[in-house]
C-alpha cells in the first residue's frame, strides 16, 4: 500500500515483530537461566513460571497479528477457490467487517479486564506481586494490532476491487 | 439445541474460507450470547487471560524455534543426506523418518502441539522437496505428532491423572507399548501404500557405497547430538518437558555455530518465522479455549456424559457409545476441555463395570488424539499445514483420513486385548 | 433463580467438591428450588484458580469456592504464614480473629464472604530420606507462597516454584527433590514420587466460599438465611472430612511404602524463633494493615 498509510502499516509491523521478537529470545534466555539456576547453583530465580505466562500471551497476539498481515492465519479454502471473482472478494470484505467486530469484542471485554485488576488491586501471588493490569494489557493492545491489520486487508480488498480486481 | 447453531454457524464460516481462528471465535461469541446474551461475554476477559496464560503453552513456540534454526541452518537438509541411503530399502522410503521423529520428539515433549509443529518444520518442506507426495508426508507427520500425548511424559495422562486420582507412573508406563505399537501400525501402513502406488515416493538412486554411508553416518551426526543433549537434559532431571524446548533452541544454536551456519539473516529469519507459525498455532489454541468455555456453560457434554451413565450399556457397548461421544465433540472442542467435561460424569460408572482406570486413561488419551486429528477444529491439522505455505488444511485432513482408520482399529484391538497397556507398568512397577 | 458456581478443585471425590455439592443441594432443598446452584469444577471453565474471586467480584459465576486468592485479599495471607499457627486450636481462635478483616476486604471486590475450609498441614514429602529440618539442606523443594519459599530457604533448602503439571515428571527425573502439601492434598495424586514424609506443619491453607455481591443482594432475605446456614455448617464439616481424609490418606501412603516420619517437637521452639522475627519483617515490608492484622492474630493465639 503506497503512500501515507502504507508507511504507518508498515512501521506497526517492525514494531510488532521487533517486540514480538525480543519476547521469544527473552522467553528462551529466561527458561535457560532458571535451568541453570537450578541444576548449578542450586537455587531458583522464582519469577521464570510466571514471566513465561505472560510472554506466551505477548507471542500469542503478536505472532497472531504479524500471521494474519503475511495472510498466514489459516483458511480452508476449496470451496473460496471456485466463487465468481467477485463474489470472493465480496465475501472476503465481509468476512473482514466480522473479524473486526469479533476483534472489538475482545478488545472492549479485555480492556474491561484490565480495569477491573487495576481497580482491585489484583496482584500475583508470587515473590515479584506484579500488579495484573499490566501484563493484562497485552490482550487489548494485541487484538487492537489484530484490528489495524484488518483494515489494512479492508483497504486492499476495497482497491482491488476499484481497480477491478488486480 | 444452542450447540447445534453454534457448530452449524462454526462449519459454514470455516467451509465459506473465513480465517480459522476468527470463524471459531465468531462462532464462540456467538454460541456465548446465545446461552447468556450479551452479558455472558462479560467472561471473555478472564477467559481470555486464562486461555492464554500458560506455562505449559510456552513449549509450543521453543519447538518451534528449535525446528527453525535446523531449517534454517541447512541441518535438516543434511539430515535428511543422512539417512536417507539407511532407509532407501524400505517401501516408503524417508516417510518412515516422520513417524520415528515424532516418537523421538514424543519422549521429549508433553504435548502433541509441539511435537508435531517440531517435526513438520523440518521434514514438510525437505520430503515435499525430493518428491514425496505432500498429503502422505503431512498425514503421517499428524499421526505421528498425536504420539506426543500417548508417549510418556504427557500433559494430557497428568490432566486425566489428577481428575480420576489415578497412577501417573502407571499411566505413563502403559502409554509406552500403544505408542510404540501405534507407530509401528503407522509404518505398516506406510509400506503397505506405497507398495500398492509407488508413485507415491520418488525413486531413489541405487545402492549405496560403503564410503556413502559413511558420509551419511556422519551428516546425522549433528542431530543425534542434539537429541542427546535434549533426552539427556529432562531424564538427567534438568529440565522439565516444557522447559527441555529452550535446551533445544541452545542445542540447535550451538550445532549451527559448530557446523559454521550461524548468521544474523538466518536466525532473524527463524526468529520471524517461529513467531509467525507459534503465533498462528496459539491463537487456534486460545480460540478453541473461547469455544469449550461455552461448550463447557452449556452443559452439552454433561448431558451426552449423564445420558450415556443412566444408559444401562454393556461393558462394551459402552466403551464404543464412549468412543462415539468423543468423537463427535473431539470435533469442536480441544482435548483437556472434553476431558474435564466428560471423564469426571462417566469415571464412576466404568469403575462399577471393572474397568481399569489405567486402561481407561490410555483409552481416553488415545481418543483425544483422534480428536486433535479431526475437523473443523483438529489443532494438529493447523500445527502442520502451518509449517509450509505449499500443504493446506485440505491436504492434511485428507491425507491423516486412513491414519484415523488405523487408530480407530487399534482402539478396538485395545478393547480386546487390554494387556498391551496393562502389561508394561504391571511388569515394570508391579501391581 | 439460577447460579452459576465455580471451584477450583477438580477432582470430584475430595472433601471440598463433595462440600460445595453438598451445599448447593442442601441450598436447593431449603429454598423450596428458588436458588439452584449449577457447580462447574476445576478446569472446566477457563477461568484460572488465581482469578475466582475476580470472577466472582465481576458476576462472570455467582458463587465460588476459592483457594488461590491471596491475589485478590493478600492481608489473608497472614494465616499462612508459616509456623505462625500450628493447631486447630490456633487456627480456630486465630481465624474467628481475622474473620471481619476478612470479610471486609472481600466487600472491597465485591464479593460476600460466607465462609471456609481449611486444608490440613502443609508438611514434606520427598525422595530423599526426611528426618529433620536439617536433611533440607541443598535439596530443592517446589513451594506456593514466596512465604512458603522463605522458609524452605531459611533451612537451607531451595524453593523452587514450578508449574502444577509439571511435577510429577520433575519428581520422577530429579528436576526437584520434594514438595510442600498435605496427604489428602497434592500427596494423592503425587504420593508414587514421594518415598519420605517428614510431618514438620510448616503452615495451613484454607479456601473461602464467596458470592457475587449484586446476585447476593438479589436474593430474598429469606433465601439468603439459608445460603449463609448452609454454607456456616458445611464450611466446618469440610474441615473435618479434611481432617479425617488426611489420617486415611496417610495410612494408605503408609501401606504402600511411604516411610512417615512425626515431627521431631524438639525442632518446633527453634522453627518457631527463626520464623518470628520473619513475621513482623514480612508484615513491617508489607505495611501498617499487616503489621495490625499480625498483631490481631498474634494476640488472639498468645504467641
Ligand atoms: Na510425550
Ligand atoms: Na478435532
Request: charge should be negative.
Given at each position: ?37 537450578r ?99 497485552a ?13 489494512e ?14 | ?28 461469541l ?38 527453525e ?31 520415528a521423529?515424532c ?27 525430493r ?49 510404540i ?99 498462528n498455532?496459539?491463537?487456534i ?10 461448550t ?13 451413565e443412566?444408559?444401562g450399556?454393556?461393558?462394551?457397548v ?39 482406570p ?10 483425544v488424539?483422534?480428536?486433535q ?6 489443532v ?13 488444511v ?35 512397577l508391579?501391581? | ?30 429454598t ?86 481449611r ?26 507462597s ?28 530429579g ?25 514438620f ?18 436474593l ?30 496417610m ?8 516411610k ?42 498468645g504467641?
Amino acid at each position: 500500500m503506497p503512500g501515507f498509510l502504507g508507511h504507518l502499516f508498515n512501521g506497526v509491523a517492525h514494531g510488532v515483530s521487533v517486540l514480538a521478537g525480543v519476547t521469544l529470545v527473552a522467553l528462551v534466555v529466561l527458561v535457560v537461566a532458571e535451568i541453570i539456576a537450578r541444576s548449578v547453583f542450586n537455587t531458583s530465580l522464582a519469577v521464570v513460571e510466571e514471566c513465561v505466562g505472560y510472554f506466551v500471551v505477548l507471542l500469542m497476539v503478536l505472532g497472531a497479528a504479524m500471521a494474519l498481515r503475511k495472510n498466514d492465519l489459516f483458511r480452508v479454502s476449496f470451496i473460496a477457490d471456485v466463487l465468481p471473482p467477485a463474489l470472493e472478494r465480496a465475501s472476503r470484505a465481509v468476512y473482514i467487517f466480522i473479524a473486526l467486530a469479533v476483534c472489538c469484542v475482545f478488545v472492549w471485554r479485555t480492556a474491561d479486564l484490565v480495569a477491573s485488576s487495576f481497580s482491585r488491586g489484583k496482584i500475583s501471588q508470587t515473590a515479584m506481586e506484579t500488579p495484573l493490569w499490566i501484563p493484562q494489557l497485552a490482550l487489548p493492545i494485541g487484538f487492537c494490532v489484530l484490528a489495524v491489520f484488518l483494515i489494512e486487508h479492508l483497504l486492499l480488498v476495497l482497491r482491488s476491487s476499484d481497480t477491478g480486481g488486480k | 439445541m444452542e450447540v447445534i447453531l453454534a457448530f452449524g454457524l462454526l462449519i459454514g464460516l470455516i467451509l465459506g474460507g473465513f480465517w480459522v481462528q476468527f470463524s471459531v471465535s465468531t462462532a464462540g461469541l456467538f454460541y456465548i450470547w446465545l446461552l447468556n446474551g450479551f452479558s455472558g461475554w462479560k467472561a471473555l476477559g478472564l477467559v481470555s487471560w486464562g486461555a492464554a496464560n500458560s506455562f505449559t503453552l510456552a513449549a509450543i513456540p521453543l519447538f518451534v524455534f528449535m525446528a527453525e534454526i535446523l531449517l534454517g541452518s541447512g541441518l535438516s537438509a543434511r539430515l535428511y543426506n543422512g539417512v536417507a541411503p539407511f532407509f532407501r530399502w524400505l517401501p516408503g522410503g524417508l516417510l518412515h523418518t516422520n513417524i520415528a521423529g515424532c516418537g523421538i520428539f514424543a519422549a521429549i515433549s508433553g504435548g502433541s502441539a509441539p511435537t508435531a509443529a517440531a517435526m513438520s518444520t523440518v521434514a514438510l518442506p525437505e520430503l515435499s522437496e525430493r518428491g514425496y507426495n505432500r498429503r502422505i508426508v503431512a498425514g503421517s507427520l499428524a499421526a505421528g505428532g498425536t504420539l506426543g500425548i500417548l508417549i510418556p511424559p504427557s500433559i494430557t495422562m497428568i490432566i486425566y491423572a489428577t481428575f480420576t486420582e489415578t497412577s501417573i507412573a502407571h499411566l505413563f508406563a502403559a502409554g509406552l507399548v500403544p505408542g510404540i505399537l501405534l507407530a509401528l501400525a503407522y509404518m505398516g501402513f506406510i509400506m503397505l501404500r506405497v507398495w500398492r502406488n509407488p508413485s507415491l515416493v520418488p525413486v531413489e538412486r541405487t545402492v549405496s557405497s560403503p564410503g556413502e554411508l559413511r558420509r551419511a553416518a556422519c551428516d546425522i551426526l549433528p542431530f543425534l547430538l542434539l537429541i542427546v543433549v535434549v533426552l539427556g537434559s529432562i531424564y538427567g532431571g534438568l529440565a522439565t518437558p516444557t522447559e527441555a524446548g529452550a535446551i533445544g533452541v541452545v542445542g540447535a544454536l550451538m550445532i549451527a555455530t559448530l557446523y559454521r551456519r550461524m548468521s544474523k539473516n538466518m536466525i532473524t529469519e527463524a526468529i520471524s518465522r517461529t513467531l509467525r507459525m507459534s503465533g498462528n498455532i496459539l491463537f487456534i489454541v486460545f480460540t478453541s479455549m473461547i469455544f469449550a468455555y461455552a461448550t463447557a456453560l452449556s452443559g452439552v457434554g454433561d448431558h451426552l456424559a449423564h445420558w450415556l451413565e443412566a444408559s444401562g450399556y454393556s461393558k462394551f457397548v459402552f466403551l464404543l457409545m464412549i468412543m462415539v461421544v468423543f468423537t463427535i465433540l473431539g470435533c469442536f472442542m480441544e482435548g483437556l476441555g472434553m476431558i474435564a467435561i466428560i471423564v469426571p460424569v462417566i469415571f464412576p460408572a466404568l469403575m462399577a463395570m471393572g474397568v481399569d482406570p489405567v486402561w481407561f486413561g490410555v483409552f481416553v488419551v488415545i481418543l483425544v488424539e483422534l480428536g486433535q486429528l479431526t475437523p473443523p477444529l483438529g489443532v494438529i491439522l493447523f500445527v502442520v499445514a502451518s509449517s509450509s505455505n505449499k500443504v493446506t488444511v485440505e491436504d492434511v485432513a485428507l491425507g491423516v483420513a486412513p491414519f484415523f482408520g488405523i487408530i480407530f482399529l487399534f482402539i478396538l484391538l485395545l478393547i480386546a486385548v487390554p494387556e498391551i497397556a496393562l502389561w508394561f507398568p504391571s511388569w515394570s512397577l508391579g501391581g | 433463580t439460577d447460579w452459576t458456581a465455580y471451584t477450583y478443585s477438580s477432582v470430584s471425590t475430595t472433601a471440598a467438591v463433595k462440600g460445595m455439592t453438598r451445599i448447593a443441594e442442601k441450598v436447593s432443598e431449603q429454598t423450596g428450588n428458588d436458588l439452584n446452584i449449577k457447580l462447574h469444577l476445576g478446569k472446566t471453565l477457563q477461568i484460572a484458580s488465581s482469578d475466582i474471586t475476580q470472577a466472582t467480584g465481576d458476576g462472570i459465576v455467582d458463587f465460588a469456592a476459592d483457594y488461590f486468592f491471596s491475589g485478590s485479599v493478600p492481608i489473608a495471607r497472614v494465616l499462612n504464614l508459616p509456623l505462625l499457627i500450628e493447631n486447630d486450636a490456633e487456627w480456630t481462635k486465630a481465624y474467628a480473629a481475622m474473620e471481619p478483616i476478612l470479610k471486609e476486604a472481600f466487600a472491597k471486590q465485591g464479593v460476600v464472604y460466607l465462609g471456609g475450609y481449611r486444608y490440613p498441614s502443609q508438611v514434606f514429602f520427598t525422595t530423599f530420606d526426611m528426618k529433620s529440618l536439617a536433611d533440607l539442606k541443598g535439596h530443592k523443594i517446589r513451594v506456593t507462597s514466596p512465604e512458603q519459599g522463605h522458609f524452605v530457604e531459611a533451612f537451607g533448602g531451595a524453593p523452587i516454584t514450578l508449574s502444577g503439571s509439571e511435577v510429577p515428571t520433575s519428581l520422577e527425573r530429579g528436576v526437584i527433590d520434594g514438595v510442600l502439601t498435605a496427604s489428602a492434598g497434592g500427596a494423592k495424586n503425587w504420593h508414587e514420587f514421594l518415598p519420605y514424609n517428614y510431618r514438620f506443619p510448616v503452615n495451613y491453607g484454607n479456601s473461602v466460599i464467596i458470592a457475587n455481591a449484586d446476585s447476593y443482594d438479589d436474593l430474598p432475605e429469606k433465601d439468603r438465611q439459608v445460603l449463609s446456614d448452609v454454607v456456616s455448617a458445611e464450611g466446618p464439616a469440610i474441615t473435618t472430612a479434611f481432617n479425617e481424609d488426611e489420617i486415611v490418606q496417610m495410612n494408605k501412603q503408609r501401606d504402600a511404602g511411604m516411610k512417615i516420619v512425626e515431627v521431631d517437637q524438639s525442632e518446633l521452639p527453634e522453627a518457631r524463633r527463626k520464623m518470628a522475627a520473619y513475621w513482623e519483617e514480612w508484615a513491617a515490608d508489607k505495611g501498617p494493615e499487616y503489621v495490625k492484622a499480625l498483631k490481631i492474630v498474634r494476640e488472639a493465639i498468645g504467641k
